[in-house]
Nanobody, 123 residues
Framework: QVHLVESGGGLVQAGGSLRLSCAASGRTFSTYAMGWFRQAPGKEREFVAAIMWRGPVIYYRDSVKGRFTISRDNAKNTVSLQMNSLKPEDTAVYYC????????????????WGQGTQVTVSS
């Protein structure tokens, strides 16, 4: 099991930027992919971005392409999400997730989850 802790959330005006970080500990040697998901009140948790831990593959949901950038630092066991040009519809709790089995864009693909960090974008 991988323990994940998110940080970097906050309140920002539309058009602004935030950088989220996720620190991983525990059985990080088993990690295959790291992902970011988000969940707004009353909605299902949705995929945002994912990165293969030791490979070149990165994937984003369409609505964040060109605005968000996921990156990793394997030596420090961290993954980050740089969010630019934020929109009110980006408002949600953002979760970091880790998977030991595959690279995926479903919540069911991921085994370990952080507690989430709130991102609020005002209009």
């Amino acid at each position: 099991q991988v323990h994940l802790v998110e940080s970097g959330g906050g309140l920002v005006q539309a058009g602004g930027s935030l950088r989220l970080s996720c620190a991983a500990s525990g059985r990080t040697f088993s990690t295959y992919a790291m992902g970011w998901f988000r969940q707004a009140p009353g909605k299902e948790r949705e995929f945002v971005a994912a990165i293969m831990w030791r490979g070149p593959v990165i994937y984003y949901r369409d609505s964040v392409k060109g605005r968000f950038t996921i990156s990793r630092d394997n030596a420090k066991n961290t993954v980050s999400l740089q969010m630019n040009s934020l929109k009110p519809e980006d408002t949600a709790v953002y979760y970091c997730a880790a998977d030991s089995r595959r690279f995926g864009d479903s919540v069911y693909d991921y085994e370990s989850w952080g507690q989430g960090t709130q991102v609020t974008v005002s209009s």
